[in-house]
Every structure is written in C-alpha cells, then in structure tokens.
C-alpha cells in the first residue's frame, strides 16, 4: 500500500512537471507571460476576457505584443498565439489587436494609444457594429467584437472635437509595402 502511495506521487509530480513545462497555468494572465514569444519585461496594458478565454496586450522594451490565452480541461490555461507591433514615434499608435477565427473561438481586439492632444475619439469598426470611444491621451483605448472581422472592414479613424477625421489606420500608399506601413496616417484637409 505504501509503496502504490510513493509511486502515485511520483506520477502525480511528473505529471505536473510535465503540464507546467507545456506552458499550462492555473490562471489567464499566468498562461499569457509563459507564453515564449513574451518579453521578461513586458507589461500588461490592457485585457479583454472571452468566455473560451483573454486576450492581453503587453508592451516591452523589445515591441508591443498581443497574447491569447486560452481556456483547456476546465481549469487549466494555455497561451499559444501572439501577435507583435512595432514600436514608433507616431502620434497615434497601434499596441496591439489580433483577429481570431477558430471553430469556437472567435474575437477581434485592437488597443491604441493617443499622444496627439486634437484627437477626442477613436471610431472603429464595421458600419453596422462602428464602435466609437473617448480619447484619455497617453491611456490604452481598446475596441473588441466576439466575432471574427478582417482589419480592412474595421475602418479605424480618429476624429477631433468637431468630428473631422484627423488620421485614418491603413497602409502607406506606395507601390512596395512592409509590415511595419501598416499605421495611423495624417488624413490631409
């Protein structure tokens, strides 16, 4: 009997080793900063939480990074997927967003950060579900959908005081483009 006891402990502490080194957590947030792809450094910004699980949007030293932290086997946590921004000097900025489209997992986020002092409020979003927000400068401000929707159909636009659109989030219109065009330009009068 004692020695079934030793041995159903040792078992019981592989196992756990085991889950705990596959990247397994008790909570969201946990599962989230075991994530590989997450700086030592980073910060948490921002969180919007699912019924199948968060989404959390890091910034570091080294790049915003958005992670998705899913829930598995009732009570454990697992964050997989990520998705990372770049950092830049511009106005507005774009710290993180991830559109995902599993059979039962979908959601849309996207967070941004104002420092422009003309931008009251932030639009985002298909016609029918355009979501529109107050600018606090310097603070994450961020959009979600629980559906699945492509980053051209969200339409980001920020707007001043008297509702003009002051930049709007696309790529740079050029003939040759890079991940990092994808960005909020000045919208010209």
Not at 153 to 159: E, F, G, I, T, Y
Not at 169 to 189: G, M
């Amino acid at each position: 009997m004692r020695r079934k006891i030793i041995v159903l402990f040792i078992l019981s502490v592989i196992a756990l080793i085991f889950i705990f080194s596959s990247g397994y957590r008790l909570d969201s947030l946990s599962a989230a900063r075991a994530n590989s792809f997450i700086p030592k450094d980073a910060v948490l910004l921002d969180q919007v939480d699912y019924d199948w699980g968060s989404v959390f949007v890091f910034n570091s030293s080294e790049k915003p990074i958005t992670a998705i932290s899913l829930k598995k086997a009732g009570f454990l946590w697992v964050s997989r997927i990520s998705v990372y921004y770049f950092h830049n000097m511009d106005p507005i900025k774009t710290i993180g967003g991830v559109t995902l489209a599993n059979e039962n997992e979908r959601a849309t986020v996207m967070s941004i950060i104002v420092d422009d002092p003309r931008v009251t409020s932030l639009e985002i979003g298909p016609e029918a579900e355009r979501q529109s927000k107050q600018v606090i400068l310097g603070e994450p401000i961020t959009f979600s959908w629980n559906k699945s929707i492509d980053w051209q159909d969200l339409n980001p636009q920020a707007l001043d005081d008297e509702g003009r659109v002051r930049y709007e989030y696309r790529y740079a219109q050029s003939n040759f483009i890079t991940a990092e065009d994808l960005r909020w330009y000045p919208v010209e009068s």
